[in-house]
């Protein structure tokens, strides 16, 4: 098939110029730029419509949002958060940036989220929070985990950087938890360009995330905690607003691609794939071979085509020796990093080229044992 232009895993999905146009237009003639202004409020309120929550907290970027989602707590210093090995390295650096000790719990093999039945036992005095992950937009078992934290008096901080337009039981699964932390970043199902989002159903706790951005300073510009800047730009919610008009077909188009990948890389027994609950946005199309000599022999098979998936995750974190060198294996994700790979997917993608990719695949892992 050989693409002429290069297909990356994946590409922003951007409304039409034109539609951004009278929310730039609004910000030149106003010149108001940033600081909570006209276009940051009514995103949030837009963005929360969409989603079926009372308000969200729009940020910086999603790394910000674990951040302030963590510092908003009030957790000991020091403590104890438990989270999950099979992540992009942000949830765990946000841990540490933030003076907390990151504890791995390893993963569902099949869900690929932190699996609830080994959280127990990686409870210490020390423990004060769980911050899970839902991997490329499939919902942690949230209940389970919820329920754990309930019985013992922990904080839950869900990482939702991939959770936009996710469900659980008819509502967004932002709304499990503490405190739930998105990303609005190019990459992302719903982009700001850089940007994030933080939901706390706790009006203290959203009341705090808002000072914590904006230096600490409340509503009457006192100082009253130490904050930091993590502000969105008037610019970038001028972006988000234009797109967000586009979500339910964008979240449409992913869903169909990826049955269509579902049902043709199905055909070989040599593939496997994430375990989906039915609210998951398959934001991502993840799948793993059976060894990472497989995964190789297809990513330079598509190489050749010009055709560039990606190693979300690898390594597992847990294993980055620089930053956590003493942590404990987890070897249900150390080996699903080492043999997952995502597939191109996002709104412009031809399907003629979501068909094409299957084929070199299916054709690739055909000499695997
Ligand atoms: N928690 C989790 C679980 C996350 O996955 C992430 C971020 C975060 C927290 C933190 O959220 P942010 O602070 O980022 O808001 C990307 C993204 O930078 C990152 O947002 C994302 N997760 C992570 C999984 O992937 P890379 O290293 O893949 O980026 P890059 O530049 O290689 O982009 C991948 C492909 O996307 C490129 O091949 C082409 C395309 N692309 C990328 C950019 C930046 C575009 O078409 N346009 C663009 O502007 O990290």
């Given at each position: 098939?050989?693409?002429?232009?290069?297909?990356?895993?994946?590409?922003?999905?951007?409304?039409?110029?034109?539609e951004v146009d009278p929310y730039l237009r609004q910000i030149w003639d106003t010149g108001i730029m940033t600081h909570n202004g006209p276009l940051v409020q009514r995103f949030e309120r837009d963005f929360a419509a969409?989603?079926?929550?009372?308000?969200?907290?729009?940020?910086?970027?999603?790394?910000?949002?674990?951040?302030?989602?963590?510092?908003?707590?009030?957790?000991?210093?020091?403590?104890?958060?438990?989270?999950?090995p099979f992540t992009f390295i942000a949830t765990l650096s946000s841990i540490l940036y933030e003076g907390f000790r990151p504890v791995f719990v390893d993963i569902d093999p099949e869900t690929f989220n932190l699996d609830p039945a080994k959280i127990e036992a990686a409870i210490t005095p020390r423990t004060?929070?769980?911050?899970?992950?839902?991997?490329?937009?499939?919902?942690?078992?949230?209940?389970?985990?919820?329920?754990?934290a309930r019985r013992r008096g922990l904080?839950?901080?869900?990482?939702?950087a991939h959770a936009v337009g996710v469900k659980v039981r008819g509502q967004s699964v932002l709304m499990y938890g503490d405190v739930s932390a998105t990303s609005f970043h190019a990459t992302k199902l719903l982009n700001t360009s850089e940007g994030g989002g933080i939901y706390a159903a706790d009006s203290q706790i959203d009341n705090t995330l808002r000072e914590l951005r904006f230096f600490g300073y409340d509503d009457a510009k006192s100082v009253v905690r130490v904050g930091?800047?993590?502000?969105?730009?008037?610019?970038?919610?001028?972006?988000?607003?234009?797109?967000?008009?586009h979500m339910d077909e964008v979240l449409a188009d992913r869903r169909a691609k990826y049955a269509l990948y579902r049902r043709l890389l199905s055909q070989s027994d040599k593939l496997s794939f994430q375990r989906i609950a039915d609210g998951c946005n398959c934001s991502y199309f993840p799948v793993v071979?059976?060894?990472?000599?497989?995964?190789?022999?297809?990513?330079?098979?598509?190489?050749?085509?010009n055709v560039f998936p990606r190693r979300y995750f690898q390594p597992s974190v847990n294993t980055c020796r620089a930053i956590v060198p003493e942590a404990a294996p987890c070897p249900f994700s150390e080996s699903l990093a080492e043999r997952i790979l995502c597939l191109p997917l996002y709104s412009t993608l031809p399907e003629d080229a979501v068909r094409a990719i299957a084929e070199i695949i299916l054709d690739a892992v055909k000499e695997d044992a």
């Open positions: 098939m050989k693409s002429e232009n290069p297909i990356y895993v994946t590409m922003p999905s951007l409304a039409p110029l034109d969409w989603s079926g929550l009372p308000h969200i907290v729009a940020v910086g970027n999603g790394t910000l949002a674990i951040q302030l989602a963590l510092r908003a707590l009030g957790l000991p210093p020091g403590s104890e958060v438990i989270t999950t004060a929070a769980i911050l899970p992950v839902h991997v490329f937009g499939n919902p942690c078992d949230v209940e389970a985990i919820d329920a754990i904080k839950v901080i869900y990482d939702a930091t800047n993590a502000k969105m730009t008037e610019v970038n919610a001028a972006i988000g607003l234009a797109n967000l008009r071979f059976r060894s990472e000599a497989a995964l190789l022999n297809v990513e330079a098979a598509l190489r050749r085509e």
